[in-house]
């Protein structure tokens, strides 16, 4: 009987999927797209300005789409189930389009969506079933040309003018854009001094209740220093501060001999209201802020979240909903279902008498609901036996947020106090005011935990209870008329600069100027990183620093390209494809409006860019070796010092350079101190990845990569990363040749041992078997070699003159049958095994002579004849059959550990040409 064939992108929803559908359906996975653009071409028409992309088999999908038009062709009904977005919607189209071979096969495919992977929300979505909506793959298709002309026909000018391999990101540049602003702002900035002054109190003979009340006015008008303006040219001020020590002094002295009084007491009720439910770039800060998580890692931890965690009995279960979007709204069965649970578990005073609903962005897209669980009855510690480490608390995190959001509001009650200190020096009446909160009712709170974000940057006029400790708890003031002090505290300040962004402030700067989507904010901070643009020292919390080739690259493309690589002009196509998406503007009509505008600045660029390759500056510097002037040069690494008197004709000219430290990110800071490794983290699952060694080299794979179903997340090492991981290291053993230390070296084969000394000296260490010499030459001895492919055999060191090989380890001992001068070693799960070389039919032949190079014709046919005569006569010996057990097969290998191996960085995404 023929089954409905069901495709979806990842074998883990496959398995979940194929569960609840049952029997009649056969569930199989894309692995992602099985369609782009080709790599060594630019693959968009653009003559006659269509447009129009040119769209192949992905390389390497070529046997899974067969295999799945096989699939297709007996099935009775085909469903394409990605997921619920652009990008599911595209490969949802490129199925189609291989499937549908011909009318008939198109009548039997049909698109289904869901936002939860669960049994009632899977098997409701088959019941709705519809066409690929040609709006959403428009959209995903525009995006997908817009980069791929940006990338294309931008890169080929880095390659010519700073460095090859370069490329051009349209928004990844916008981003590093924002980096680089942030870190001239920084070196820019000067701080600006301020003095706060403070004074511990106590009513009077009460001197156990003590209290902090900050400094604000004299005589009723308030202290502040003046900070400059801000970007709109607005005048900011600090806030209840002097600016320098002579004021400060001033008034200290003043309040030496002052009687305090309480002018006014105010206490009033502050309610808290709850958060909304998760949105992706919330998860993604929230994630950053209390778990330490980078965006890869929360997005591939709540990806198989979605997809499903095997839960006991129940199974394999999609525990949240689908986790790219930019709508805090939520289903009302699910809105009732916490707001059950909140009566139940907790009391009907920690819930509100109607459900809290909240509202979205004004461009929000709003086509999925916010990020929830998908039962709520599942609690974190209900199912914690069942998720990782990692899994729980990204679980834990969404679940509370969203149960905390139909929860009552926290309330505090807030008390303001206003104090009067008359100098008896000078009659002045100086200001000060004590603020104070207290948790009445924890309400949400008891639930879910708010951290207080930081402000951005200093320098804003503080407002009502700014920095006067509105934690601590005043103590009952009622009747209280006069006032003791205990002491004065005066502290010196300065502004502090704007902070660097880290991943969690970039993607809320990102959010916040429209630039991107939930589904790019991943992808954005992943290739600025990969394309080593910007480094990120200090683990998942830590900040961006721009690279010297970041800084380089984007002034370029910022100062040639100043409209496409705006920032507002960036933000506009965003909302250009929104329009796309939702039928409002043909995806052609966007596209030649942009073109016109790069197409400009792109012929400019072409002639005006400036070359970076070529750049020779002559600086105040004298060369350390001959005094001759230093040039500021570019080389592959950034720029340096180079001797002026360096000439490439002349063997003996001076040849001194030196590295320019000024090009490069100061990591001398806080943050940069406390770099470390930080673990890399697969987009799929989420789970650390390990080092791999294969047919091209090491790579980074999911420790997943061999498990049913499999993970295949796999990553190429950056050159950065290679070369760190291929540096020498020094071994404690000297070369028994030149005396110089052995370093272990990673080759084409893997590792090796060799001298310190190569060129010079080149010893390589080879592990020999002793005592035994080439059974073939009788004059090399036999060595331990590494294939291509990572094998092991051995060889005769006397290669290329003997080219005796052998898979199986060598062994000085005779074979007791047939007198074999050595046996073979081998291994198998039943144990160690000697066997002899002869166990095989071997065959003995002799070559015929080379002939001279100088022979008549008729000479060289008869040479000819008689070589084959030879070369027929072959002696075929009886195979030998010794075998002997020698031993327990060793124990396999430990898999690979986070300690073993460190992290790399993502392999580019491919925008620019393919060499």
Same mark, same amino acid.
């Given at each position: 009987?023929?089954?409905?064939?069901?495709?979806?992108?990842?074998?883990?929803?496959?398995?979940?999927?194929?569960?609840?559908?049952?029997?009649?359906?056969?569930?199989?996975?894309?692995?992602?797209?099985?369609?782009?653009?080709?790599?060594?071409?630019?693959?968009?028409?653009?003559?006659?300005?269509?447009?129009?992309?040119?769209?192949?088999?992905?390389?390497?999908?070529?046997?899974?789409?067969?295999?799945?038009?096989?699939?297709?062709?007996?099935?009775?009904?085909?469903?394409?189930?990605?997921?619920?977005?652009?990008?599911?919607?595209?490969?949802?189209?490129?199925?189609?389009?291989?499937?549908?071979?011909?009318?008939?096969?198109?009548?039997?495919?049909?698109?289904?969506?869901?936002?939860?992977?669960?049994?009632?929300?899977?098997?409701?979505?088959?019941?709705?079933?519809?066409?690929?909506?040609? $709006?959403?793959?428009?959209?995903?298709?525009?995006?997908? #040309?817009?980069?791929?002309?940006?990338?294309?026909?931008?890169?080929?000018?880095? =390659?010519?003018?700073?460095?090859?391999?370069?490329?051009?990101?349209?928004?990844?540049?916008?981003? #590093?854009?924002?980096?680089?602003?942030?870190?001239?702002?920084?070196?820019?900035?000067?701080?600006?001094?301020? =003095?706060?002054?403070?004074?511990?109190?106590?009513?009077?003979?009460?001197?156990?209740?003590?209290?902090?009340?900050? @400094?604000?006015?004299?005589?009723?008008?308030? #202290?502040?220093?003046?900070?400059?303006?801000?970007?709109?040219?607005?005048?900011?001020?600090?806030?209840?501060?002097?600016?320098?020590?002579?004021?400060?002094?001033?008034?200290?002295?003043?309040?030496?001999?002052?009687?305090?009084?309480?002018?006014?007491?105010?206490?009033?009720?502050?309610?808290?209201?709850?958060?909304?439910?998760?949105?992706?770039?919330?998860?993604?800060?929230?994630?950053?802020?209390?778990?330490?998580?980078?965006?890869?890692?929360?997005?591939?931890?709540?990806?198989?979240?979605?997809?499903?965690?095997?839960?006991?009995?129940?199974?394999?279960?999609?525990?949240?909903?689908?986790?790219?979007?930019?709508?805090?709204?939520?289903?009302?069965?699910?809105?009732?279902?916490?707001?059950?649970?909140?009566?139940?578990?907790?009391?009907?005073?920690?819930?509100?008498?109607?459900?809290?609903?909240?509202?979205?962005?004004?461009?929000?897209? $709003?086509?999925?609901?916010?990020?929830?669980?998908?039962?709520?009855?599942?609690?974190?510690?209900?199912?914690?036996?069942?998720?990782?480490?990692? &899994?729980?608390?990204?679980?834990?995190?969404?679940?509370?947020?969203?149960?905390?959001?139909?929860?009552?509001?926290?309330?505090?009650?807030?008390?303001?106090?206003?104090?009067?200190?008359?100098?008896?020096?000078?009659?002045?009446?100086?200001?000060?005011?004590?603020?104070?909160?207290?948790?009445?009712?924890?309400? @949400?709170?008891?639930?879910?935990?708010?951290?207080?974000?930081?402000?951005?940057?200093?320098?804003?006029?503080?407002?009502?209870?700014?920095?006067?400790?509105?934690?601590?708890?005043?103590?009952?003031?009622?009747?209280?008329?006069?006032?003791?002090?205990?002491?004065?505290?005066?502290?010196?300040?300065?502004?502090?600069?704007?902070?660097?962004?880290?991943?969690?402030?970039?993607?809320?700067?990102?959010?916040?100027?429209?630039?991107?989507?939930?589904?790019?904010?991943?992808?954005?901070?992943?290739?600025?990183?990969?394309?080593?643009?910007?480094?990120?020292?200090?683990?998942?919390?830590?900040?961006?620093?721009?690279?010297?080739?970041?800084?380089?690259?984007?002034?370029?493309?910022?100062?040639?390209?100043?409209?496409?690589?705006?920032?507002?002009?960036?933000?506009?196509?965003?909302?250009?494809? $929104?329009?796309?998406?939702?039928?409002?503007?043909?995806?052609?009509?966007?596209?030649?409006?942009?073109?016109?505008?790069?197409?400009?600045?792109?012929?400019?660029?072409?002639?005006?860019?400036?070359?970076?390759?070529?750049?020779?500056?002559?600086?105040?510097?004298?060369?350390?070796?001959?005094?001759?002037?230093?040039?500021?040069?570019?080389?592959?690494?950034?720029?340096?010092?180079?001797?002026?008197?360096?000439?490439?004709?002349?063997?003996?000219?001076?040849?001194?350079?030196?590295?320019?430290?000024?090009?490069?990110?100061?990591?001398?800071?806080?943050?940069?101190?406390?770099?470390?490794?930080?673990?890399?983290?697969?987009?799929?699952?989420?789970?650390?990845?390990?080092?791999?060694?294969?047919?091209?080299?090491?790579?980074?794979?999911?420790?997943?990569?061999?498990?049913?179903?499999?993970?295949?997340?796999?990553?190429?090492?950056?050159?950065?990363?290679? &070369? !760190?991981?291929?540096?020498?290291?020094?071994?404690?053993?000297?070369?028994?040749?030149?005396?110089?230390?052995?370093?272990?070296?990673?080759?084409?084969?893997?590792? @090796?041992?060799?001298?310190?000394?190569?060129?010079?000296?080149?010893?390589?260490?080879?592990?020999?078997?002793?005592?035994?010499?080439?059974?073939?030459?009788?004059?090399?001895?036999?060595?331990?070699?590494?294939?291509?492919?990572?094998?092991?055999?051995?060889?005769?060191?006397?290669?290329?003159?003997? $080219?005796?090989?052998?898979?199986? !380890?060598?062994?000085?001992?005779?074979?007791?049958?047939?007198?074999?001068?050595?046996?073979?070693?081998?291994?198998?799960?039943?144990?160690?095994?000697?066997?002899?070389?002869?166990?095989?039919?071997?065959?003995?032949?002799?070559?015929?002579?080379?002939?001279?190079?100088?022979?008549?014709?008729?000479?060289?046919?008869?040479?000819?004849?008689?070589?084959?005569?030879?070369?027929?006569?072959?002696?075929?010996?009886?195979?030998?059959?010794?075998?002997?057990?020698?031993?327990?097969?060793?124990?396999?290998?430990?898999?690979?550990?986070?300690?073993?191996?460190?992290?790399?960085?993502?392999?580019?995404?491919?925008?620019?040409?393919?060499?």
């Amino acid at each position: 009987m023929s089954k409905s064939l069901v495709i979806v992108e990842s074998p883990a929803k496959a398995k979940t999927i194929g569960k609840y559908l049952g029997k009649d359906f056969e569930v199989q996975a894309s692995i992602g797209h099985i369609m782009d653009l080709p790599k060594n071409d630019i693959g968009v028409e653009l003559k006659k300005r269509t447009f129009e992309p040119t769209l192949i088999v992905s390389p390497g999908k070529e046997k899974l789409v067969d295999q799945l038009k096989k699939a297709a062709l007996k099935a009775d009904h085909i469903y394409l189930a990605p997921d619920p977005d652009r990008e599911g919607e595209a490969i949802a189209y490129h199925l189609a389009l291989q499937l549908g071979i011909n009318a008939m096969q198109r009548k039997k495919i049909q698109r289904v969506t869901f936002n939860e992977i669960t049994k009632k929300a899977v098997q409701e979505a088959f019941k709705h079933a519809r066409d690929i909506d040609q $709006d959403l793959v428009d959209a995903q298709q525009t995006r997908r #040309v817009l980069d791929r002309l940006v990338g294309y026909q931008v890169s080929p000018l880095l =390659w010519d003018k700073v460095r090859r391999g370069l490329s051009a990101g349209r928004v990844q540049t916008v981003a #590093v854009r924002l980096i680089v602003e942030r870190e001239r702002e920084i070196g820019a900035f000067k701080p600006v001094e301020y =003095w706060t002054l403070e004074a511990v109190l106590h009513p009077e003979k009460q001197a156990a209740k003590t209290f902090t009340a900050r @400094f604000v006015g004299v005589d009723g008008d308030p #202290v502040r220093v003046d900070n400059g303006v801000d970007k709109e040219g607005k005048a900011q001020f600090i806030g209840n501060a002097l600016p320098d020590a002579k004021q400060m002094d001033a008034v200290v002295t003043a309040l030496e001999k002052a009687r305090w009084t309480l002018s006014s007491v105010q206490a009033k009720e502050q309610q808290r209201r709850p958060l909304s439910p998760f949105i992706t770039s919330q998860l993604q800060r929230e994630a950053s802020t209390k778990l330490g998580f980078n965006v890869r890692r929360t997005m591939g931890v709540a990806q198989r979240l979605y997809e499903g965690v095997e839960v006991g009995s129940e199974g394999t279960v999609g525990l949240i909903t689908y986790m790219r979007t930019d709508s805090p709204r939520c289903s009302p069965e699910s809105i009732e279902a916490a707001r059950n649970w909140v009566k139940t578990t907790l009391g009907a005073r920690y819930l509100p008498g109607t459900a809290n609903s909240y509202k979205g962005k004004k461009d929000a897209q $709003d086509a999925h609901e916010a990020i929830r669980p998908t039962d709520v009855a599942r609690t974190p510690e209900s199912i914690a036996r069942y998720l990782s480490d990692e &899994q729980l608390k990204l679980y834990t995190l969404i679940w509370r947020r969203f149960v905390s959001s139909q929860m009552t509001p926290a309330v505090y009650d807030v008390t303001t106090a206003r104090i009067a200190a008359v100098s008896a020096k000078n009659g002045k009446t100086y200001d000060f005011r004590a603020s104070g909160s207290v948790l009445r009712f924890d309400g @949400f709170l008891k639930v879910y935990e708010v951290v207080e974000e930081k402000k951005e940057e200093d320098g804003q006029e503080g407002g009502e209870g700014s920095g006067e400790g509105s934690s601590q708890a005043l103590p009952n003031l009622d009747g209280v008329r006069t006032l003791e002090n205990d002491k004065l505290n005066s502290k010196q300040s300065f502004t502090q600069p704007p902070p660097r962004y880290n991943e969690a402030s970039l993607v809320k700067v990102l959010e916040e100027r429209g630039v991107g989507r939930p589904s790019t904010y991943a992808s954005i901070i992943n290739t600025i990183q990969d394309r080593e643009y910007v480094v990120k020292p200090g683990g998942p919390r830590g900040p961006f620093y721009p690279t010297e080739i970041g800084v380089v690259v984007c002034d370029l493309l910022v100062k040639n390209f100043p409209y496409i690589f705006d920032t507002a002009y960036t933000a506009k196509l965003e909302r250009e494809l $929104d329009e796309v998406e939702d039928g409002k503007e043909k995806w052609t009509d966007l596209l030649k409006g942009f073109y016109v505008h790069f197409e400009e600045e792109l012929k400019d660029a072409e002639k005006s860019m400036e070359s970076i390759k070529a750049m020779e500056i002559r600086t105040g510097e004298k060369c350390d070796v001959c005094g001759s002037p230093l040039l500021l040069k570019w080389g592959k690494f950034g720029t340096f010092f180079a001797c002026s008197a360096y000439n490439k004709k002349d063997k003996n000219s001076c040849t001194f350079t030196k590295e320019n430290t000024a090009g490069k990110p100061d990591l001398n800071t806080p943050e940069g101190q406390e770099a470390e490794a930080a673990d890399e983290y697969c987009d799929n699952c989420g789970r650390v990845m390990i080092l791999k060694r294969g047919l091209f080299g090491p790579f980074m794979s999911c420790p997943g990569f061999s498990e049913d179903p499999p993970c295949k997340t796999i990553r190429k090492l950056t050159q950065k990363a290679q &070369q !760190k991981l291929s540096a020498p290291q020094p071994t404690g053993e000297d070369c028994p040749l030149c005396g110089k230390e052995l370093v272990l070296r990673q080759g084409s084969y893997g590792e @090796f041992v060799s001298c310190s000394g190569y060129p010079k000296c080149k010893y390589v260490k080879q592990n020999l078997i002793e005592g035994m010499k080439c059974p073939k030459c009788e004059i090399g001895d036999l060595a331990e070699r590494k294939a291509r492919r990572g094998n092991i055999f051995w060889g005769c060191t006397n290669y290329p003159k003997c $080219d005796f090989t052998s898979n199986y !380890k060598p062994v000085a001992k005779k074979c007791p049958k047939c007198k074999s001068p050595y046996l073979l070693e081998k291994t198998l799960k039943s144990g160690v095994f000697l066997f002899c070389p002869n166990s095989k039919p071997q065959a003995e032949e002799e070559i015929a002579p080379k002939t001279a190079a100088k022979k008549t014709a008729a000479k060289k046919g008869a040479a000819k004849k008689a070589a084959v005569k030879v070369a027929a006569r072959v002696v075929v010996t009886e195979p030998c059959e010794y075998e002997k057990r020698i031993g327990d097969a060793p124990p396999p290998p430990a898999l690979p550990t986070v300690n073993t191996h460190g992290p790399v960085k993502e392999e580019d995404e491919e925008l620019e040409p393919v060499s």
